[in-house]
């Protein structure tokens, strides 16, 4: 069952309209990137998709029931959430930030040693989350919502992971290590949504996109290489792109910027 979005609309108080009459879906057992421009409402679909905002109009439903219609305990179960950047008091240290997230969970030291494992992080078990780099720190955050969706008796996990740009400052290693990661869990039954910038990363594991436009509306949803194609990002990024293989793997480059550059 899909976690759905169904005509919502959202603005910040007295600011312009961010999401207009947005349909979207993300389905479970796949990986499901959400691309855009700077400023699309990418972040800001994320947090309605994991109930951290309430759309204007329109509704969120998890296989069927209104998001806002779940208790916390219950939220906690299906769905985890990673934010673009982590808000949290920076001397706490990694394995207290990775044990976050099943405090509305039932205790379990195991699942936050497996999650510490998971984002090779376990040498960096008792390190001051702020003294990690950014990248570090990501992945951090991938094992706290990893330790939330280990639970062995919600299995085949009906359960959904929103991550956005959960890989934006991590070494090529580290970005392929966890997007395998993530693509695991996908195949275990979890729905996966992440905003991303790197297309070519998402070219390469993700199953389907959501392309969403400046105007706050989706331009293109579907499969992934029906979306990510050279003529919808160059209509949307406004910057022409080209596509192709590499070792079987898609690339996507943009090419140069169709807007001149300022004359002096
Ligand atoms: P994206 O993630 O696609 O870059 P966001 O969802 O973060 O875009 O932001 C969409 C628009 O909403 C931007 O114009 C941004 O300035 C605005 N915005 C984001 N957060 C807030 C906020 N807390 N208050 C007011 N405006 C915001
Ligand atoms: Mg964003």
């Given at each position: 069952?899909?976690?759905?979005?169904?005509?919502?609309?959202?603005?910040?108080?007295?600011?312009?309209?961010?999401?207009?009459?947005?349909?979207?879906?993300?389905?479970?057992?796949?990986?499901?990137?959400?691309?855009?421009?700077?400023?699309?409402?990418?972040?800001?679909?994320?947090?309605?998709?994991?109930?951290?905002?309430?759309?204007?109009?329109?509704?969120?439903?998890?296989?069927?029931?209104?998001?806002?219609?779940?208790?916390?305990?219950?939220?906690?179960?299906?769905?985890?959430?990673?934010?673009?950047?982590?808000?949290l008091?920076?001397?706490?240290?990694?394995?207290?930030?990775?044990?976050?997230?099943?405090?509305?969970?039932?205790?379990?030291?195991?699942?936050?040693?497996?999650?510490?494992?998971?984002?090779?992080l376990?040498?960096?078990?008792?390190?001051?989350?702020?003294?990690?780099?950014?990248?570090?720190?990501?992945?951090?955050?991938?094992?706290?919502?990893?330790?939330?969706?280990?639970?062995?008796?919600?299995?085949?996990?009906?359960?959904?992971?929103?991550?956005?740009?959960?890989?934006?400052?991590?070494?090529?290693?580290h970005?392929?290590?966890?997007?395998?990661?993530?693509?695991?869990?996908a195949?275990?039954?979890?729905?996966?949504?992440?905003?991303?910038?790197?297309?070519t990363?998402?070219?390469?594991?993700?199953?389907?996109?959501?392309?969403?436009?400046?105007?706050?509306?989706?331009?293109?949803?579907?499969?992934?290489?029906?979306?990510?194609?050279?003529?919808?990002?160059?209509?949307?990024?406004?910057?022409?792109?080209?596509?192709?293989?590499?070792?079987?793997?898609?690339?996507?480059?943009?090419?140069?910027?169709?807007?001149?550059?300022?004359?002096?």
């Amino acid at each position: 069952m899909p976690l759905s979005a169904t005509n919502i609309s959202f603005n910040y108080p007295k600011g312009p309209l961010i999401l207009d009459a947005v349909d979207c879906t993300i389905k479970p057992a796949a990986i499901t990137a959400i691309v855009g421009p700077n400023g699309a409402g990418k972040s800001t679909l994320l947090r309605l998709l994991a109930g951290l905002s309430s759309p204007h109009t329109g509704t969120i439903e998890i296989d069927q029931t209104p998001l806002n219609s779940l208790t916390p305990t219950q939220r906690a179960t299906k769905l985890a959430y990673i934010a673009q950047r982590s808000a949290l008091a920076f001397d706490f240290d990694v394995k207290l930030v990775v044990s976050f997230g099943r405090l509305a969970l039932k205790k379990d030291p195991a699942a936050i040693d497996r999650a510490l494992e998971r984002f090779d992080l376990t040498h960096l078990a008792n390190t001051p989350l702020g003294t990690l780099s950014v990248g570090q720190q990501q992945r951090v955050s991938l094992a706290r919502a990893w330790a939330q969706l280990d639970d062995p008796l919600n299995s085949p996990p009906n359960a959904y992971l929103l991550a956005d740009e959960p890989t934006s400052a991590m070494d090529p290693k580290h970005q392929l290590h966890t997007m395998h990661a993530l693509e695991q869990l996908a195949s275990t039954g979890v729905g996966i949504a992440l905003v991303a910038h790197d297309l070519t990363l998402a070219a390469r594991y993700a199953d389907r996109a959501i392309l969403l436009n400046t105007q706050g509306q989706i331009q293109t949803q579907g499969p992934i290489n029906q979306v990510l194609t050279p003529k919808t990002l160059t209509q949307v990024f406004d910057t022409p792109f080209i596509s192709g293989q590499i070792q079987g793997h898609p690339v996507l480059l943009p090419l140069t910027t169709t807007t001149a550059a300022p004359q002096s």
